[in-house]
């Protein structure tokens, strides 16, 4: 059984900080990429950033680059996910994605929960 079980969450000021977790069961984490996508009150969901299998490269979406950062560790089975000087429009609810391609061709993807994050003074 595959979970994934994101923490962390919650109310944090605009300008401080806040660090996700996404720990994963049930699959060989070290073979998938994962992202952290987010979705707000009446928008459709959005990646925040990704990270590969080895952790060897990232990317993240503009509106958080410089301010956000991903990272693993494959011993730990975990995903994080730092937000640093948070915006108001970062509240969302944050979910944690795991993502592989065997064969080329077949996909193999799982989500999380969600954790609500919200930025606010």
């Known amino acids: 059984q595959v979970q994934l079980v994101e923490s962390g969450g919650g109310l944090v000021q605009p300008g401080g900080s806040l660090r996700l977790s996404c720990l994963a069961s049930g699959i060989t984490f070290s073979t998938y990429d994962m992202s952290w996508y987010r979705q707000a009150p009446g928008k459709e969901r959005e990646l925040v950033a990704v990270?590969?299998?080895?952790?060897?490269?990232?990317n993240y979406a503009d509106s958080v680059k410089g301010r956000f950062t991903i990272s693993r560790d494959n011993a730990k089975n975990t995903v994080y996910l730092q937000m640093n000087s948070p915006k108001p429009e970062d509240t969302a609810v944050y979910y944690c994605y795991a993502k592989k391609i065997r064969w080329g061709y077949d996909k193999l993807d799982y989500w999380g929960q969600g954790t609500q994050v919200t930025v606010s003074s």
């Open positions: 990270i590969t299998s080895t952790g060897s490269s990232t």
